[in-house]
Nanobody, 124 residues
């Protein structure tokens, strides 16, 4: 059974930092493209960042480029999202995602596995 368990969300002031973690199990970690989506109140889920299987190329939404960094620890089957210079518009539930695919999903409808999410709130 595939399991994705997020941690690290919380409340932070604008300009601050948070680090999210996602512990994965139930599948070959290095054979999956793994990443993060988020959903703000009243909005659709959107891709934030992803790291591909195999060569581990990284991708970021334009809104987070230069501020967020995705990384993995294959020994721990864990993916991280370091979020710096947070803005109120980053407030959302952040979901860890995984797919047996060489490329990262562009849309939420393409994602096969989801974590339960962790809430990030950025106050102004």
């Amino acid at each position: 059974e595939v399991q994705l368990v997020e941690s690290g969300g919380g409340l932070v002031q604008a300009g601050g930092s948070l680090s999210l973690s996602c512990a994965a199990s139930g599948f070959p970690f290095d054979e999956a493209s793994i990443g993060w989506f988020r959903q703000a109140p009243g909005k659709e889920r959107e891709g934030v960042s992803c790291i591909t299987s195999g060569v581990r190329s990284t991708y970021y939404a334009d809104s987070v480029k230069g501020r967020f960094t995705i990384s993995t620890d294959n020994a721990k089957n864990t993916v991280y999202l370091q979020m710096n210079s947070l803005k109120p518009e980053d407030t959302a539930v952040y979901y860890c995602t995984a797919d047996y695919a060489p490329a990262c999903p562009d849309y939420a409808s393409e994602v096969h596995y989801w974590g339960k999410g962790t809430l990030v709130t950025v106050s102004s």
